[in-house]
């Protein structure tokens, strides 16, 4: 089995693993952050979200094996006390219903704010449209979103 | 009277306590059964078997306090209200409090489940009246070290003060008050003094959500756990003839590939199989393997040949099965008012509509999974399941088990609409396990969750009125569904009670695809039905739609049908705070149509009023306003996030999503090919207004999902005079004369 070096949060992982591994199940089975979420498998539904170097991306089509040399942040490593503007934003809206999809919308969300600080409606809802929230908390998310990118500028 | 019918509960609590060998002590709460006299007091927490309890406070000498949550939780916020319940009566700041989801409890408990909008309800009572009986042991320990009268000390915040002015903390207290005398009968608080009920209060999982913290069963891990990937049937009515893992043991990773299915189906052979549970008990291929991408690996070579078992079914079959149905006579009747038949025979006209609906996998966001590990000495659940203790029943039972040694905790959920309700996915987790004796965790990939599931089942509705000189003088509903029809007291909601000849019939096809309940079962499609029926039968009868409930309502009160559940002052409440919210009947500008709908389900009175737009043909739901009566509002942010999710989540389903089936296979098995509805279909405002009430209060997971689909369709039928009877209705409405139209 071949093994793969990755940074993932500026850290350093060596793992052993197939080379068309999803990175999603390299994060949640390898390295131990489930913090990233299976839902699709496919890309369609966001709940894996993850920055590789810093554009948002499905960590479920990102094979392990071209994962290498990028600079990847989960969840877990948005920021170091869990106080970036778009969580603290998720926490002022109280946001989640079960929250399993959260994640992926936070990651997507401080993506899309790093390349538009000051975004108006229908470019959050495009940006935001790929993430599915069963629980349908749609409208906080939006909120959320508005919410910190205020806190942003 | 029709008003909502009180729930007594026991009120004898049973409390233990235990002083914590780090400090400070625990107290735990029986709360649903009376004393039992035979259980002695632990006195260290060596001897405290936590699973003898059912909630629990914990309070340690600063005082800080901790409250264990007993229901599961879906999303539906249960963890962050229930403990809110017993925090407001123990008089502590909310600051002060941590929230531990509690684990099961075979023993002592009767409800922990999560379904039916039911918990609040039910823990109204008891969990106040635990933190109650908390509070008044504590007072009374200080009011004995200060040599004063309990009477005189008051306690808020979790500080005790007396005439004096003296304080003393929950901390300094509590091992004091653990050895007192439970005290029966404490009073609990006048709503007015609510401190916490009432009042906003965030997630108690917030931190650990944003942050990706462990909290989901798929998150949940064990030293030496392995991971399962499970073949299942690819069409309903097949069983498996024979495989070939061949390819599958050879690939990297996979540690072994079994069957399973015996000893689920030995159990439901014995099992008289309801409504609810006709699980899929045929026999499965699984793959063991290190991790979870090379189980799925595994699953997906293997080359198995399945057989037909009995006929594969298609959904063009049940449309014709389902509308015979309704044209027959194998009717049961489930309520009967007056004389329905004479009131057709002697109507001037009929007014009679047949509505259509599609089957609807959960599509849970956390795909079904649980952790198993089955060993001489215990039978260890961990995951995420609505219904734990029916379980751990289940799970004893088919591996030859006492109930003793089976032990489940409930992770967090990720979605359950219904789906978790049924066990399956424990009951295979325990049958791996218990063939490999390992630690494991089973698995469903997206695919496998949306093709082998638990399905809200395709259901046909025909409603009749009889109408004569103008007047509705007869209602005849009929349900045509499968595996199953509208149960309890779902015949007795609006308008039982309002029509004087009324009568609901009900038929039912039995398929071999497996079908269950799904948020707000039955009434998720019957709202819609009822509701769009009622909007063309105002119309019939010459009558404002809203004038027409509002003067049915007016017949229904004073009633004395114990079978109606509804208030009708209630209903007439939220339809007057709705209409005068959402400036009903008033012109609007900007092309803007609005359709109205009114429903009662799961004890909750909800109207709703949609505005849309058409824009190419297509409706775009611009607002909805909603107007609820839920009795009192525990928390007023985890009720908005339920109400507008419902919402949400209501107008998705009825106008985006269905499930089809061609011989037998689900025709998606995706989020490519299966429709969930997105951020951008979805509203921008949502309206919420509570009826101010002093009433206990009721559930809001299910309650205001129901009435939205009918008021999508009716606000359609507004903007452009078609009425729409088939869900989903984007499918279902022709776009191109829309346009010309």
Redesign the interface.
Known sequence: ?PTFNLTINNKKHTVE??MD??LL?VL???I???????????G??G?CTVHVNGTATRSCLLQVSQAEGMKIT???G?SED?KHPV?EA??DI?V????????GQ?MTASAFLENNPAPN?SEI??A???????????????KAVKVAAEKLS | MATSKQITFSRRSFLRTSTLASGGMLIGFNLFNACKPDVALPVDISQLNFNDFNAFIRISDEGKVTIFSPNPEIGQGVKTSMPMLIAEELDVAWGDVYVVQGKLDTKNYTRQIAGGSQSIRHGWEPLRQTGATAKQMLINTAAARWGVSPSECTAKKGIITNANGETLGYGDVVKEAAVLEVPEDVSLKDPKDFNIIGKNTANVDLNKITTGKPLFGLDYKEEGMVYASVLRAPAFGQKLESFDATATKAMPGVLDVITIGEKVRAYFDKKESNWTVQLNSNDKVVVIAKTTWEAIKGKNAIKAVWKDESTPESTESHDKILLDLLEGDTFKTMRSDGNVKKAFAEADKVLERTFESPFLPHNCMEPMNFFANVTPERVHLVGPIQTPAAAAKVVASLLDRNIEDVHVEMTRMGGGFGRRLYGDFAFEAAEISNAIQKPVKMVSSREDDMTTGVYRPAIKYKIAAAIKSGKLTGYHLKEAAINGNMYGLIPNFFPAGAIENYQVDVANYKSNITTGAWRAPYTNFLASAEQSFFDELAEVLQVDRVQLHLNLLEKVKGTTDERIQYSPERLQGVIKLAVDKSNWGKTKAGGVYQGFSVYYCHNTHVAEVADIIMTNGLPIVKKVTCAVDCGIVVNPLGALNQIKGGIIDGIGHAMYSELTFKNGVPQSNNFNTYQLIRMGQTPTDIDVHFVESNMAPTGLGEPTLPPIGAAVANAVYAATGKRLYKQPYMSNMNVEEQIVG
């Open positions: 089995m693993a197939a591994t999803p199940w949640r089975d390898h131990n952050l489930v913090g990233t979420k299976y839902g699709c498998g496919i369609q539904c709940a989960t969840i877990e948005l869990g969580q998720w926490k109280d989640p219903q079960c929250g399993y999809c959260q994640s936070i409606e809802r495009n935001m449209h790929g993430n599915i929230c069963r629980c349908a908390s749609y409208n906080s998310i939006e």
